[in-house]
Structure formats: structure tokens, C-alpha cells
DNA sequence: CGAGAACTCGACCGCGCGGTCAACTTACTG
DNA sequence: CAGTAAGTTGACCGCGCGGTCGAGTTCTCG
């Protein structure tokens, strides 16, 4: 519907308009990860101290705050990857990752976003060019891995962005009682990835531009 | 607060009553699988054909009807891991347990359930009763498997409740598009329950009287 | 069959949400 | 320093939700 109004060569923003719209990311990603993605706008206007009105300002919709989010957590993952595609062991560059994004899921939820459930958000186009550049870095980062051995071959980039939400996930009911929990968690995964022993997967995995 | 009102010796039901009671389940059921937790009362009501008010006239308010749905689920899983119990392979049947408590969570979400999270629910006792009963049993399937080799010494049975809940959630987004994907990460995770090899895990296992 | 208890029903209530807008304030520019 | 475009604001709107209730209906049992 929309067209993505990708291409804006947008005037720049007023200096108070850029300290907003600061605060106003800042303080939606803390309510976000507080109260989840039903945190509602009053809440986040309040703690950015700012109007409400101020935030349709910024975003013209909810999901359009969510998706800066989204896309700004995205790049920050694609980043890690590629600087860990530069250092040096395959299998820990890998845990590594997986230790980043489950780190990153735990603060908040945005699991739908890295796949194809998108049906639903505004502007599809920027999240979906965040994640295929990220699923990009993240399959390199497996094959490489799997080149040398620290991993089992049947595994793909895409299969290890949807295993690193796994942790967090599993955790999650008792993430007031045992906030680092998904820690344990994220290394039977990993543990699932080792090559040795390993049982034929029943399911093939998800196409990698489908992700 | 409410005192869970626990010991109701209550008068049999009315036989219209009662259909609409098992209508009003199923419905229920159906419409969380589809819609999630946030499936609307007005839409479970008209799926069973019944009056709105009807549905508080059997659930006095929709955790009260979640918690009905939540108990029927764990009941029915600590009856299939006792019979697994009496199976023979303990590796295998570990495995089936874990299948199918993916299978339930990938139908609804209901791990908040299945652990300590529960501060919100009106009748904790009858959820945190059979919560108990399903991790006892779970754990003596697990126990089992660990004394013949075929799990990690380090696993415990809450482990394995919080771990069979993951797949679901890793599979979700593409869920429309792969409704088996689940089965694969499934896979991955019991992999990562295997003995040989094992990363030492970095966290502590939830007590299980605090699942 | 008739009385009354048990149950059903949907209009209704209050609330909190995402989103709008016209009046106001503020930062930039010449 | 003025003029104006850019940005801010909070009262306001419509909506859909969970939950209530009294009038109406239906089962049950003597």
C-alpha cells in the first residue's frame, strides 16, 4: 500500500527534533524491554518526557517505532557478525554471536521480526533489508564454521537466527527469579550444533531469502 | 488473596450447562490456538454459539478460563510421561515427551504457566498443583534417561520443561509458512541434551520446586 | 404439569489504548 | 531581530476490550 517513502533525502532534522527523537528511541526501547511490546505510547512519551503528540511526530504509527527499533538492533547484530567473521576460531566466533543475539532477545522480543511475519508491519522494506544483510553475515559465519568442522553440516545461517531467540524464550517465565538462566540454555543449543553424534534434523531448513 | 476456593464439593451441573461448558473449552481451546492469548471473550463466545455473559457465568474471568485450558494441558502431558515412564528405551521416550509438549506449545503459549511467572493468575493452586505433578514426572523420565547415559548428567527435569517449550518459539515466525519447522529445532535442542562432548553449562538448573 | 431454581443472554459500563488536530512555542534564517 | 517554518503539546476521538446485571428462558423435580 504505503510506498515505503524509502528514498528520503529527508531536510535535516532541528536540533531539538534530533534530541527528541533521541530520547524518544531510548525511552521506547526501555519501556519495550520492561513491559514488552504492548507498552503503551502515553507510557513512552512520559519517559522521554515529551507529549504525546510528539511521538506520532517522530513515528507515524506504533510499528513504525517498533521497526526503528527493530532495525537499529538488526544492523548492531549484522555489525557483530562481520567483526567476528575477522577474528580467528570458526566455533567461538559462532557462540559469540549466538551469545550477542540471545542477549539482545532477552531485552525484548523481536523474534517476528526476523522472519518472514512481517505481514503486519508498516515498512516491511527497512526491516527486511536489515535482516537479509544480517542473515547474510550470519551464514557466513556458519559456513565457516562448518568448514572446519564446529558445527554440524546440516545446519544454515537461518537456522541459527531462529535457535539464538530459542534461549531467551525458554528462560523467559523465570527471568525476574534467574535473570541469566537463558545462559544455560543457549549452551545446550549450542551443544545442539556440535557436529558428533548428531541425529538427522526431520524438517529442511528454512530457505535463507524466506527468512 | 481470593482463597482458591479450592474445596467446592460443588452440585452437579445443569445438563445444558454442562455441553455449554465443554462447548465453551473447545472454543476457547481453538480460538487462543489461533489468535494467542489476546483472542477476545466476545469471539470464543460467538464460536461456541453462546452469550457472551454465558462465558462468565462458567469462568468468572478469562485467566479463570485460561487457567482451565492451562490445567487440561499439563494434566494431559503428566499422564503421557507417566506412561512413558512404563516404556522401555529411555532415551526414546524422553524424546516422545519432549515431541509432544512442543506439539502443545506450538498450539498455544502457555509456558508462563509452567513456571513461577504465575503472579498474575487468579487460581494459582490448581495450576501450581498440576505443574508439580507434571515436573515430578518429568523428572523421573529424565532421572531414568541420565542413569542409563542417554541425557547430560547436568539436566535436570525443570530444564527439559522450560527446553521443550524453545522449538515452538524459534519455528513461530515462519509458522504459517512451516508449520513442521518446529520438529527440526526440536531435533537440535535434544542433540544438545546428549552426553558426549558437552560444553560445562554456565548457569545453575531452576530449583524445581520453584518451576 | 406447574413452580421455582438454574442458567442464558445481550445491552450496557468504564477503561485504556492508538491515533488526530488546532493552538501554541521554539529554533533557524536573512 | 523579526518572520516563518518546524516542532510541540495535551485535550480529544473512536474503538474494542473485560466484566456486570436484570430480565427472560429452560431445565428439573415433586
Redesign the pocket.
Known sequence: MTPPESSGPR???????????ELLLAAAAAEFAERGV????????RRA?????????????????LTAIAVARLDQLTESAESLLAGSDPGTALLDFLTLGAEQQQQLDLSAMFAGGTADIQDPAGVDQARERMVRAVDALVTRAREQGAVRPDITGADVVLLMCAPAYAAGPLRQAYPELWRRYLMVVFDGLRPEGAHPLPHPPPPLGHL
Not at 531536510?11 to 527523537?21: E, I, M, Q
Not at 518526557?49 to 517505532?65: A, E, I, M, Q
Request: no cysteine; proline share 6%; glycine share 6%.
Open positions: 531536510r535535516p532534522l532541528r536540533a531539538d527534533a534530533a534530541r527528541n527523537r504492548d507498552a503503551s505510547i502515553a507510557d513512552i512519551a518526557k515529551v507529549g504525546k503528540g510528539t511521538v506520532f511526530n517522530h513515528f507515524p504509527s506504533k510499528d513504525h517505532l
